[in-house]
């Protein structure tokens, strides 16, 4: 304000980055000094820093010296009494709505100063096990214990962990692409996958990292894969393992989990068979065993004062389609049936994709069904300009007058999802012509942009219509009702939605309620996952680690595609979608009915 | 030194002022060299508005400097930076040249009851120290640090162990009348490693021991899963990591370093007997010893 006014000379001051490159240097030690309890070493780096400084001539004043050096007592490293990650981040986490749960808080202190950085993390699905190793590693950093992590996780949820690191604990991390990448990152992400295969195998071995955190640690059960050679093989000093399932079939498991990260806890394997098994389903000495257990594991569980989330309601709601709609529908999907399928695997996207928008609306679809007739020009299929002109010639939209009215209703304020930008800008056309106040989020927009809308959103919005890539990473807690306008094929994508409003912090019951179009692939997949595996009531977290059990040859929607496309008979594709579902549930169930948590204290 | 004093000193040392916008918040315009330091790369300079309360951070919106907070730790990290060779200079008129006279000459007279001391002439010399700021950090299962100065004569050698107030001094070196160094900045440093080992010899080990215990505890740990297997590698190298990680020992990192001008007093002192003698008595104020020279 006032200061324009001001005159101000800035006095040239050393810069941080440019000595970051000093910082990076390896400590040089002189040889240690043996004294009878404990070795005395004296840098040499430091004195030839200070030597250089001297032989140059670079006299800096004394006032700074002073400051410098009370700069210096303010950051000393103090004994683990207290937690600096958790005022270091306490704004940050104001900024991103995080907020740290008691148990934790007590994780982290637990490991930090009873496990000494080496514990599983097995906290029951959905109470954060990665906020903990990310507090966990935060904290180690601020004290200077760790400079080099990696993070070996499943492939696809490596950005995952990029983005959680840099968006809530502000640090800043690479994800490994080649094989320079294990050398020069100091925080490094990759995928186990790829780190067990050669030459990086080969290259990891010889860093030494201060901390290594293992995502899904319950694939390193069996100690002949190369996964669980790889992790034996590794220098490390502190080392987390994330699983929900620390045991699934076998007593063995365990003893191999624990072996990588503190060999001989549980005795030698021999020992550990004589005193724990009986059979390898049921322990022995189940009290001892859970002593010796909670030495390197930590398990929260629901309910026992930990996180209470709020209900969910779900509400499908059937919509009806026009005669007209009706006959565009069954015209384009009989098209990519007899068409699609047939294609080669390179041209079968554009169908895959016609056939969810057409799911979607009618309008993503037509415009997608007018590029495809751009792209091929006169050569285009006929059927295909056919069926653009008979999309273009609807001038009805069923779904969109549904969600109207179903707005009008809630009046409160409502996320709608929907997959397609083309949908995105439909619906907000369609709800402003209305007379409903709309806010439009993707992932087009920049962070800035991202944050202004969210903010308009909490302050005075109503109705925010959103794509999925645009609601990534983003804490709707302030509002509770979420509209699916249309429905992925990918049930994590639509529990992500859900996320965005049903997560730690929502203090209200969250409505959900999805709009499926009677009669169309919409109707199967709502089947699916709410009637079959009711997966709106499954608590956060569960279908992911389902999802992962289940051990799927392809991805999910890869599966329920070719349900779909391969299949004309509608009772074929709900007997496929029965299978599908209960193996889903299967899989639950045993999950569930772990016979491990008498051991886990 | 508080947090307030510390961020506020900083500003001034960089010329700039804050202005309090209100009762305890704060503002500054920083320049964008000055966020990057703080911020990294993408940052960008702009006003800044800042408080040392909790709650005034809440109410206003002011980025929160308080321990542990990420602001402060930003500042920390970029004072520290700073400064790691300095000179300075502890002025002649700090000492009360009247009062060391009569100090002096009642010291002489207690020596010598047969003599009388009158003072001929005095002068003063700027003798150089070498101050050297480290850091110690005592690691086992845990870490811990402090920060120790410690000043060695560049003179005579001997380290002196006693503080001297760091406001006394004055910036800059005296440009004449000083003593020549008669010790390398290597043989300084060798002093002081001496000097510190034989001080950390005398402090209570009972961390070590602690530390020591456990170890043994994790050896015998490792030996018994190791007892049934042949792979001799994977068990050593278990037991390196191990030891690597927890032994106990004391880090000592030099931090920073300052040469240090403090005058040494010069008497001409004129000694009554039945024969004269003329004394040179080298007085030195810190250490309040008399010295022949």
């Known amino acids: ?601 | 030194m508080d947090n307030v004093e510390l961020i506020m000193q900083f500003f001034k040392l960089c010329n700039l002022e804050p202005v309090e916008i209100t009762s305890g918040v704060w503002q500054i315009e920083i320049t964008t060299d000055m966020a990057r330091e703080l911020d990294g790369y993408g940052a960008k300079g702009g006003l800044f508005q800042f408080t040392f309360e909790k709650e005034l951070a809440e109410k206003y919106g002011a980025e929160l400097i308080s321990p542990g907070s990420y602001r402060l730790d930003s500042f920390l990290k970029y004072i520290r930076k700073q400064a790691t060779y300095s000179t300075a200079c502890l002025p002649i008129h700090t000492f009360y040249e009247p009062s060391i006279r009569t100090k002096l000459l009642n010291k002489l007279a207690a020596t010598n009851r047969n003599s009388r001391f009158y003072v001929i002439d005095y002068s003063y010399k700027y003798a150089p120290y070498f101050m050297l700021v480290v850091k110690l950090s005592y690691l086992a299962y845990e870490k811990r640090e402090k920060i120790r100065k410690l000043i060695v004569d560049m003179v005579s050698g001997n380290i002196i162990n006693y503080d001297i107030p760091e406001q006394l001094f004055k910036n800059g070196s005296p440009d004449t009348n000083c003593y020549k160094r008669k010790l390398s900045y290597k043989k300084a440093y060798e002093r002081i490693q001496e000097f510190l080992t034989n001080d950390l010899a005398m402090e209570d080990p009972s961390w070590a021991k602690a530390a020591k215990e456990q170890i043994h505890q994790d050896r015998q740990r490792l030996e018994e899963y190791y007892k049934d297997s042949e792979d001799d590698i994977a068990k050593e190298r278990r037991l390196q990591e191990l030891m690597e990680r927890t032994f106990p020992r004391v880090q000592i990192l030099p931090t920073r370093a300052a040469t240090l001008y403090i005058p040494k007093l010069e008497y001409k002192v004129m000694e009554a007997n039945q024969t004269d003698r003329l004394l040179n008595i080298v007085y030195d104020p810190i250490a309040n010893r008399l010295q022949n020279s």
């Not at chain 1, 006299?59 to 004994?79: G, P």
């Not at chain 1, 009711?534 to 890869?558: H, Y």
Request: proline fraction near 3%; charge should be neutral; charged fraction near 25%.
């Open chain 1, 1 to 601: 304000m006032i200061l324009d006014s001001l005159e101000i000379t800035v006095p040239i001051l050393r810069s941080t980055q440019t000595l970051f490159a000093d910082d990076n240097l390896e400590e040089e030690f002189l040889p240690p000094i043996e004294l009878p309890h404990f070795n005395v070493e004296f840098s040499l780096t430091g004195f030839k820093k200070i030597i250089n400084e001297i032989r140059k001539r670079n006299f800096d004043s004394w006032e700074w010296f002073v400051l410098a050096k009370k700069a210096d007592c303010h950051s000393l490293t103090q004994n683990f009494g207290r937690l600096l990650c958790l005022e270091h981040l306490e704004e940050r986490w104001k900024r991103f709505g995080v907020i740290p749960y008691p148990h934790q808080v007590k994780t982290v202190e637990k490991v930090i100063k009873e496990l000494k950085g080496q514990a599983i993390l097995a906290d029951e699905v959905g109470l954060g096990k990665t906020i903990e190793a990310g507090m966990i590693l935060k904290e180690y950093m601020l004290r200077g214990l760790v400079n080099r992590a990696l993070i070996l996780t499943p492939a696809s949820l490596c950005w995952q962990w990029y983005q959680e690191l840099r968006e809530k604990f502000n640090i800043v991390s690479g994800i490994q692409r080649s094989e320079w990448d294990w050398e020069y990152s100091d925080i490094l992400i990759a995928s186990i996958d790829t780190a067990k295969r050669p030459p990086h195998r080969d290259i990891i071995k010889k860093i030494p990292y201060d901390m290594l955190i293992i995502d899904e640690a319950h694939k390193l059960k069996n100690s002949k894969t190369a996964n669980w050679q790889l992790i034996n093989q590794m220098q490390k000093k502190y080392c987390l393992m994330l699983t929900a399932t620390p045991i699934q079939n076998d007593l063995k498991e365990l003893f191999n989990l624990i072996s990588l990260l503190k060999p001989g806890q549980l005795g030698s394997y021999r020992s550990f068979k004589a005193k724990f098994v009986a059979d390898k389903r049921t322990p022995k000495n189940p009290d001892q065993l859970r002593e010796l257990l909670s030495q390197v594991l930590i398990r929260n569980r629901r309910g026992e004062g930990t996180v209470e989330f709020t209900e969910r309601h779900v509400q499908p709601i059937i919509v009806e389609l026009s005669s007209e709609e009706r006959q565009v529908y069954n015209q384009i999907s009989s098209f990519i049936k007899s068409i699609g399928w047939k294609a080669n695997h390179t041209n079968i996207l554009p169908y895959v994709t016609l056939q969810r928008e057409v799911c979607s609306s009618f309008y993503a679809a037509g415009l997608t069904l007018q590029k495809m007739c751009q792209k091929y020009g006169e050569n285009a299929n006929p059927k295909l300009v056919e069926l653009l002109q008979l999309t273009s010639s609807l001038r009805t939209n069923s779904k969109c007058d549904v969600l109207e009215k179903l707005l009008r209703r809630i009046n409160d304020k409502v996320v709608v999802f929907t997959e397609y930008k083309a949908s995105q800008e439909y619906i907000r056309y369609r709800l402003e012509r209305a007379g409903f106040s709309t806010l439009g989020f993707d992932g087009s927009l920049s962070r800035g942009k991202k944050e202004w809308i969210k903010h308009l959103f909490q302050k005075s919005g109503q109705i925010l219509v959103s794509t999925e890539s645009g609601g990534e990473g983003l804490n709707l807690q302030f509002c509770n009702h979420v509209v699916n306008y249309d429905l992925p094929w990918n049930p994590m994508r639509l529990e992500q939605r859900i996320g965005r409003v049903h997560r730690l912090g929502q203090t209200k019951d969250v409505h959900i309620y999805n709009l499926i179009t009677r009669g169309t692939i919409e109707e199967h997949i709502m089947y699916l996952l709410h009637q079959k595996i009711n997966m709106f009531e499954m608590v956060l977290g569960e279908l992911e680690s389902i999802l992962i059990s289940l051990k799927l040859d392809r991805s999910f929607e890869g599966l329920l595609t070719e349900i779909f496309l391969r299949n004309d008979d509608e009772k074929e594709i709900q007997k496929k979608l029965d299978e599908l579902g209960e193996r889903i549930i299967q899989s639950r169930e045993e999950i569930q009915k772990s016979p491990w948590e008498q051991i886990y204290g």
